[in-house]
């Protein structure tokens, strides 16, 4: 059973930054692609980065220039750098596969940019 626990998340003004960590309990992560994602209120779920086992990275337009997505194959680890935070933002935010997702989902950890 594959399992990714968020953390990180928070309260920041807008223009500020947070730092995401996931780690997954999958003895297969440095061979996977991870991706992060976010859900707003009353919208679906969106893929913000993702990361190959390379290091090849990819990102949404509405992130790109301020979202850093990178990884620790050691650790287990995949995270978020997110700089310049707005209000459109605001989500709850989830890692998981990139391309392909594992059909269950961690418990996220909630972002909101507000001043």
């Known amino acids: 059973q594959v399992r990714f626990v968020e953390s990180g998340g928070g309260l920041v003004q807008p223009g500020g930054s947070l730092r995401l960590s996931c780690v997954v309990s999958d003895s297969m992560f440095s061979i996977i692609a991870m991706g992060w994602y976010r859900q707003a209120p009353g919208k679906q779920r969106e893929l913000v980065a993702e990361?190959?086992?390379?290091?090849?990275?990819n990102y949404a337009d509405s992130v790109k220039g301020r979202f850093t997505i990178s990884r620790n194959n050691a650790k287990n680890t995949v995270y978020l750098q997110m700089n310049s935070l707005k209000p459109e933002d605001t989500a709850v935010y989830y890692c998981?596969?990139?391309?392909?997702?594992?059909?269950?989902w961690g418990q996220g950890t909630q972002v909101t940019v507000s001043s």
């Open positions: 998981n596969y990139g391309g392909t997702t594992w059909p269950s």
């Open positions: 990361i190959t086992h390379g290091g090849t990275t």
